[in-house]
Each structure stands twice: as structure tokens, then as C-alpha cells.
């Protein structure tokens, strides 16, 4: 009678390994209603176009000195990658996290600043390099520490007072050189060598206005763009865009959002503190006038314009507010009326901006498609609920 009970049940229930199977073929996702077109491959990728279409623009801005070597145009050139170094930082901060920060530019004070005065008393300035980054560590633990706990609105107006109060600090300081700002500061040098002195290479000779363009192109287009964009890739940047995408889910799912909200801040705070460096090596003078709100509003425009969250969106905004005044200076007085027409233009007709997060290479939309499974079944007729059917149950 015990075997034959025993027996019944190794029949009635299933094995293991069939009961993973029903389990498996239970959970599978429905069959696509039409199949994909096939993946790129080679140099058509999606990742190794971009990658390359990156290396390509890399070697044209390396090649600028060659082409045209004019005092104005380096200038621009220069003033433009810092500008992209800056709008890279921000991007950290608003395009990942959804953090609206409107006083950004006092990290690219404090990163000028600090370089500045150690710089004039005597350290050369790629050694102060370490100390702007502890400033920039500093100041944004203490900026951002208590303000991080308000959204959206009340963020962003925290942020706006921070911003002037490190500028009007800055004014009012004898450290700092007051409204006068600090001047006379020297271009980068190693062991006596300094940029001023130029770089003789394969018998061609390289002003030290051109050095400087090249560091700033290597440390803004480069390094800046690689590092942030791995950031937004990894495990720390998928952490800032489900905060940015709803807060209180990504903190449901154990996600420290005060951490990581404080973390994409002081890392912005650092790339802004090294767009400072370059800028006051740039310029050799900064003053508090150099950091007023308006130059905030500006690099946030550039983030919005070029698509949030975007890193070649954000190096085209970048671009064009950089150097969109300097293309329209034959228009004299108009050009910055034109400017702000432009602007308002392109949030009508393109409010994702230039290049979104989302975006589609162009070639991919034109893709053939596959073949339909359901090709060869009529349409789906769905049945009439109200049909009366009390005839056929009789």
C-alpha cells in the first residue's frame, strides 16, 4: 500500500527540472508583433560611430593651429573648450542628477580664485591643481550639505543666493583683490619651462597662446567628455538618473539619494573649479565682474539647448552659446538681440533640445524592416459584448 501511495505521488508531481521549465516557459515575454531590423555592425554601430565621429572632431580641433593661427582665433578656440569644460560639469548636476542649480559659476570662482592667489604668491600654477580640488570638494560639501534636501523651485533659489554670495564675497575681500580682482597671473610652467617660453617640435614652433589652446582642448574635449560621459554610464550614473527621474521611487529601491544628490554635486563643483584654472591662465586677470549671474543663466541655457543628459548635445550647446556672439559680432550692437531671438527660436522648434538623450542616429531610422509573424493571419475582430446569446444557451 506504501509503495503504491508513494508511486502516485512521484507521478502526480513534477520533476525539478521540469518544474524550472514550466516556469521558464511561463515567465517568457510575448513574441514581438514585428521582428527587429538586424543590429549594425562595424564602424556603423551606434557606440563605434560615435566613438569615432568624437575621434574625428578631437583631431580637427588639435588641427585648428595648422589651419588658421591667429591670436583671435586661438583665443575663441581656447575660450570655447573651457566653456565646454564648464557645461560638461554642469551636466553632471542637471543633465544626470535633475538637480536646478543657478549658481554653478561660483565653483568656477572658486576653482580661478584659489589658483590665482596661490599662483601670484609664488606656486606654480599646475600645483595648485590639487588645492583647487580640495577648495571645490569643500565648497560644494558646504553648499550643497544643506541645500540638497529641497527640490525643483526652492533648489534653485537656494542655489541663485549661494552663487552671489561667493561672488560678493570675493568683492569684498582684501585676499582676493576686491572689486579690482587679481591680475598678473602666470601661464602654467614646469622646472623653470613655462608656456611663454613656446615648444619647438619637428622644427615647427608653438607660442605659448597655442599650448595653452591645446591643454585647454585635451582637458575640456578629451578628458572632461570621456570622464563624464563613463560617469553617466556606470553604476553611480544610472543611480543620479533614477533620482532625476522620480526621487522617492529611487530612494523605495535603496538608493541613498542625499549621498548621491551630494556626490554629483561636489563632482561638478571639481570639473568647474578646473575650467577656473584654465580660465584665469586664460586670461591672467579675474575679477568679481567675471562672475555674475548672468554668465549662470547662460551655462545653464547651454545644458538645455544642447539636450539634458546628453553628451554630444551638450558639447553642441556649449559651442553654440560660446560662440554664437562672436559669429554674429558684424551685426555690432544687434547681435545680441539676434542672439536671444535664436535662442528663443530654437526652444520653440526644438524644446528637447539640439541633441536629446533619446536621440536616433539618423541612418537608423532608414533601416529595413523584417518580416511580420503575423503575416498570413487575417485582423483580430474583437467579439461583441453585447450580442444576445440567450437563444443559443436554451
Known amino acids: 500500500m506504501t509503495q503504491t501511495s508513494s508511486s502516485r ?17 511561463r515567465f517568457r515575454p510575448p513574441a514581438p508583433t514585428r521582428a527587429r531590423p538586424a543590429p549594425e555592425r562595424g564602424l556603423l554601430q551606434p557606440r563605434r560611430f560615435m566613438s569615432g565621429a568624437g575621434a574625428v572632431l578631437l583631431l580637427l580641433a588639435l588641427a585648428v593651429p595648422f589651419i588658421n593661427a591667429s591670436p583671435y582665433i586661438i583665443s575663441i578656440g581656447t575660450s570655447a573648450f573651457i566653456y565646454i569644460m564648464l557645461a560638461m560639469g554642469l551636466n553632471i548636476v542637471v543633465g544626470y542628477a535633475g538637480l536646478l542649480d543657478l549658481g ?14 596661490l599662483a601670484t604668491g609664488g606656486m606654480p600654477l599646475v600645483f ?3 588645492f583647487v580640488i580640495l577648495a571645490c570638494i569643500a565648497a560644494g560639501i558646504i553648499i550643497g550639505g544643506p541645500t540638497l534636501r529641497l527640490r525643483s523651485d526652492y533648489l534653485a533659489i537656494v542655489t541663485l543666493g549661494f552663487g552671489e554670495i561667493i561672488r560678493l564675497t570675493a568683492n569684498n575681500l582684501e585676499l582676493t583683490g576686491g572689486p579690482s580682482g587679481i591680475s598678473g597671473i602666470p601661464t602654467f610652467s614646469f622646472l623653470g619651462w613655462s ?13 605659448g597662446d597655442i599650448l595653452l589652446y591645446y591643454t585647454a582642448v585635451l582637458a575640456g574635449g578629451g578628458f572632461t567628455v570621456l570622464a563624464v560621459a563613463r560617469l553617466g554610464k556606470g553604476r553611480l550614473g544610472r543611480a543620479w538618473r533614477a533620482i532625476k527621474d ?17 556626490a554629483a554635486y561636489v563632482l561638478g563643483a571639481i570639473f568647474g573649479g578646473l575650467a577656473g584654472i584654465l580660465m584665469s591662465a586664460h586670461q591672467s586677470a579675474i575679477s568679481p565682474t567675471s ?10 541655457m547651454a545644458v538645455v539647448l544642447g539636450g539634458m543628459g546628453s553628451t554630444p548635445g551638450v558639447l553642441i550647446g556649449a559651442l553654440v552659446i560660446s560662440l554664437a556672439p562672436e559669429l554674429l559680432r558684424d551685426f555690432a550692437s544687434w547681435r545680441f538681440l539676434l542672439f536671444g531671438v535664436l535662442l528663443v527660436l530654437m526652444m520653440i522648434f526644438r524644446p528637447q533640445g539640439l541633441w536629446p538623450s533619446t536621440a536616433v542616429l539618423p541612418f537608423l531610422r532608414f533601416r529595413r524592416e523584417g518580416r511580420s509573424p503575423r503575416e498570413g493571419f487575417g485582423p483580430h475582430v474583437p467579439d461583441d459584448e453585447n450580442l444576445d446569446r440567450s437563444g443559443e444557451q436554451a
Do not use: C
Open 104 to 117: 554653478y559659476y561660483a565653483f568656477f570662482a572658486v576653482g580661478a580664485y584659489t589658483s590665482g592667489v
Open 195 to 207: 608656456f611663454r617660453d613656446g615648444l619647438d617640435l619637428f622644427g615647427i614652433h608653438f607660442n
Open 9 to 25: 505521488t512521484s507521478q502526480a508531481q513534477p520533476a525539478p527540472e521540469q518544474a524550472v521549465r514550466g516556469l521558464a516557459y
Open 128 to 130: 595648485t591643481i590639487p
Open 246 to 262: 522620480d526621487e522617492d521611487a529611487a530612494e523605495a529601491m535603496g538608493i541613498n539619494t542625499y549621498l548621491t544628490k551630494l
Open 291 to 300: 562672475f555674475v549671474f548672468l554668465n549662470s543663466a547662460l551655462l545653464l
